[in-house]
Structures are given as C-alpha cells and as structure tokens.
C-alpha cells in the first residue's frame, strides 16, 4: 500500500490467478477494498459478494454486508 491501491491489486491479481485461494473469503475482501479505493465500483462489488458468499464469521460477515451496502449506495 506504500505506492497505493494499484500495486497491491496486482499482487492479490496474481495471487487470485493460482486459484489456490479462492475459497478464501479474506483474500476476495482484500480485492473488494483495493478495487473500492481505486474507484472501480462494480468489481468491487462482485469481489464483495464473492467474499461474503464464502465468509462464516459473524462480525466479517456484517463488516463486508456493509461495505457492499455502501458500494450499491454509490451506484445510486
């Protein structure tokens, strides 16, 4: 995050790419933040809802419930 959002999008990209995380809800929380931060509202929205199809916690789920909340408010 030192040189911003775009850098660290690449590394979770190529990360992704393997498929060996996808299961992972946190690494699909992580994408949905970075493409958020870098304005690219309808990815991140997909990438949330990838995260919260897969997230069993209860306090991550209300965490990424609200942020895709915030995210569908915007396209408003």
Do not use: C, W
Request: net charge positive.
């Amino acid at each position: 995050m030192v040189e911003g959002p775009r850098p660290a999008l690449a590394l979770i990209d190529k990360l992704a790419a393997t498929g060996q995380l996808d299961s992972y809800h946190l690494l699909h929380a992580t994408r949905a933040d970075l493409l958020r931060r870098l304005g690219m509202s309808a990815d991140a929205t997909a990438s949330y809802g990838r995260a919260l199809a897969l997230v069993s916690n209860v306090s991550e789920r209300r965490f990424l419930e609200r942020r895709l909340r915030e995210m569908q408010a915007s396209k408003a």
